[in-house]
């Protein structure tokens, strides 16, 4: 394990978009020095949507410093799918509102899509993030009496989009997320996962080119669970430049590079060579769970 890697030094993974086991496995027996030169290869030529450069982040709690974040650099391309991981306190969550320029740093750079953010006024951070970054937390953040669409809706209704535009846009999110026959459901009448999925629709709906999802699954059961990680692998597939922060080693798994924080520092950043595909653990996992089973013979299928 390396003590503070510039994030230079280390290929950053990416770019790795066969899903399949068997290429996966390839990866895995791929020797260490030939699996960085390729993730490198891959990754040349793309750019570097989001980077931060020494960032530290020192808290004031009743007059008491906590050092969230000690100098921590780190850079990621377009269309990488990265699981910033680390202990309940190691500093993820005061990361990603850095990087995703929900707050300021106390000390360093930080920039998006090439521009050091360092200078802008809170109305331009706010604008750059709209244009950019979709968010999904872990509590899902629906309003609770308003129905799915309406809730996909309501970033758009500060943007002066129509009503019959904002309607159309947040119809086509819900259905990417696989909602679209629940347009009218409030949260009370949907599964946890069901609500994360209205929360992932509603961080598409402006079209980002980036999702930052803070413990998306922390709320849910372990199949919820893997049925978000899959959507957040489709929309990776699709393009996307996904952030998970995560303290789960399994759901950071799912990532294509793993970014390791203990302290505030990073200790680890490094391409998973084991990634796992959500869509096939929940064709195992259907298999074992008995509604799995019945929808499975519903269906015509013999298992
Ligand atoms: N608003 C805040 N005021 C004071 N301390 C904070 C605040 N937010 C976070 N911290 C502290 O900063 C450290 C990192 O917190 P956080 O980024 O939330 O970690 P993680 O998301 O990894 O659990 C912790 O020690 C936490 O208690
Ligand atoms: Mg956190």
Redesign the pocket.
């Known amino acids: 394990m390396t003590k503070k890697p510039t994030t230079d030094a280390l290929p950053k993974g990416a770019a790795d978009t066969g899903r399949s086991l068997a290429s996966q496995r390839e990866n895995a027996f791929l020797g260490e020095d030939r699996r960085r030169a390729e993730w490198g290869r891959r990754l040349d030529g793309r750019r570097t949507v989001l980077e931060v450069r020494g960032v530290t982040?020192v808290?004031?709690?009743e007059g008491i410093e906590?050092?969230?974040?000690c100098g921590v650099s780190v850079a990621i391309r377009e269309g990488e799918m990265v699981a910033i991981m680390?202990?309940?306190?190691?500093?993820?969550?005061?990361?990603?509102?850095i990087i995703g320029l929900l707050d300021r740093p106390t000390s360093g750079v930080v920039s998006i899509e090439g521009e050091v953010v360092g200078d802008l006024t809170p109305n331009q951070l706010a604008g750059l993030r709209n244009q950019h970054i979709g968010f999904v937390f872990q509590s899902f953040n629906l309003l609770a009496r308003t129905g799915a669409q309406a809730n996909v809706e309501l970033p758009l209704v500060y943007g002066g989009v129509s009503g019959s535009e904002r309607a159309r846009r947040a119809r086509e999110a819900l259905e990417r997320v696989e909602l679209g026959d629940r347009l009218n459901h409030t949260s009370g009448q949907l599964s946890g996962g069901q609500q994360q999925r209205v929360a992932i629709a509603r961080a598409l709906v402006t079209n980002p080119s980036i999702v930052l999802a803070?413990?998306p699954t922390g709320n849910l059961d372990s199949r919820s669970g893997v049925e978000v990680m899959g959507i957040l692998q489709d929309l990776n597939a699709q393009g996307i430049t996904v952030v998970i922060?995560t303290?789960d080693a399994n759901v950071a798994r799912h990532a294509r590079r793993i970014v390791e924080?203990r302290d505030?520092e990073i200790v680890r950043d490094e391409p998973v060579p084991d990634r796992l595909d959500a869509h096939d653990e929940i064709i195992q996992l259907g298999m074992n769970t008995v509604g799995g089973v019945e929808r499975a013979r519903a269906a015509g299928d013999p298992a």
């Open positions: 982040k808290y004031q709690l906590v050092h969230a974040l680390g202990p309940s306190g190691s500093g993820k969550s005061t990361l990603m509102h803070d413990e922060v303290h924080l505030g």
